[in-house]
């Protein structure tokens, strides 16, 4: 994700919500479109990739084109190994893989927030710090989780508590020295065009942190601490889920970004309007022979009113596991 006019760390900080689509942009090489393929390649190919393992995909097609979503993980452990097979046999071919909307907050705005922030939309009140509005228990627990991710609590004590959270799972994925799992590296060197959705203004939805209620934030908190204090033994285990493509096992714990993101007012609708233009964007897609991939998060794919629901909207049939 990126901001005009804003530090790279800043930007983190304020938006972490929307990481999850930021953190795929990689530079990747151009290439020819590939000619229209034949109904009996497109049996052939879908054969294929149904028999080998790897992560859940999922198709819709025409006679002459279709479009593969594949739902990526936000990390891996760095020795992580999975079969790519299935991966490489959906790009094989693609004219372009497309990647999500970022998120982004106009000069003005951004640098209000992070040096006057007069509404205090990221930054506590006066007086107050996230730990001070925890209970014994909470206010321990949060400590541990921040001394685990290798940051001092005091770190976070002035952000308001959506943004603590998020920035605490980051660390901790830091510090854990996770990577992603290569899916956008593999369409480089294949040499698939990668492109990127339109950016979304993100300034509406920042006005609307401070009237995230108490439970909401306390949830949002908690999220972060379990996921910091347990993240190499999770992740791990997510990382074998999704290669296996075990959607039952990824749905069980949702990553922190994803949690919080979900429940600041206002970020429900905003993801859904993304979804229906990005699914707009695809059926154009399939007006034009070829194929194109289509890498995001398992929770903006399978999500009510997430991107496949979307498609469906549009009145295309989505192949692919029961979601």
């Known amino acids: 994700m990126t901001a005009e006019g804003l530090p790279v760390r800043a930007m983190r900080y304020a938006l ?3 990481a999850c689509a930021g953190f795929l942009a990689q530079a990747a090489h151009a290439q020819e479109e590939p000619p229209p393929p034949s109904p009996a390649t497109l049996v052939e190919e879908v054969e294929v990739i149904g028999r080998l393992p790897g992560p859940a995909l999922w198709r819709v097609s025409t006679e002459t084109s279709q479009i593969w979503l594949i739902a990526m993980p936000p990390q891996v452990p760095q020795d992580f190994q999975w079969d790519q097979r299935r991966v490489v046999t959906a790009l094989t071919g693609a004219r372009e893989m ?3 909307p970022g998120f982004s907050i106009g000069l003005l705005d951004g640098v209000g927030l992070m040096t006057l922030d007069l509404g205090h939309l990221i930054h506590m009140p006066p007086g107050q710090t996230v730990r001070s509005r925890m209970p014994p228990d909470l206010k321990a627990r949060w400590e541990e989780a921040a001394k685990s991710a290798g940051q001092d609590p005091a770190h976070y004590d ?5 943004l603590a959270a998020m920035m605490l799972g980051g660390d901790a994925s830091k510090n854990a020295k996770f990577k992603g799992a290569g899916v956008v590296a593999i369409a480089g060197k294949m040499h698939v065009k990668i492109h990127s959705l339109a950016t979304y203004k993100a300034m509406d939805l920042v006005r ?3 009237s995230m209620s108490e439970e909401a934030e306390r949830s949002c908190l908690t999220a972060s601490m379990d996921m910091a204090l347990s993240i190499q033994e999770d992740t791990l285990k997510l990382s074998q889920a999704w290669a296996k493509g075990d959607l039952q096992t990824l749905r069980t714990r949702r990553y ?3 949690e919080c993101l979900a429940k600041v007012p206002g970020a429900d609708a905003l993801n859904s309007r993304a979804a229906a233009d990005w699914a707009k964007e695809l059926k154009v897609d399939l007006a034009k022979p070829g194929k194109v991939v289509v890498g995001t998060d398992l929770d903006t794919l399978t999500r009510k009113g997430g991107l496949l629901d979307q498609l ?3 009145g295309l049939e989505v192949i692919g596991p029961g979601y």
């Open 256 to 258: 922190p970004a994803v």
């Open 98 to 100: 497309v990647l999500p």
């Open 208 to 210: 609307t942190i401070p």
């Open 16 to 18: 972490a919500a929307a």
């Open 158 to 162: 002035k952000w308001r508590p959506v």
């Open 312 to 314: 469906k909207a549009e």
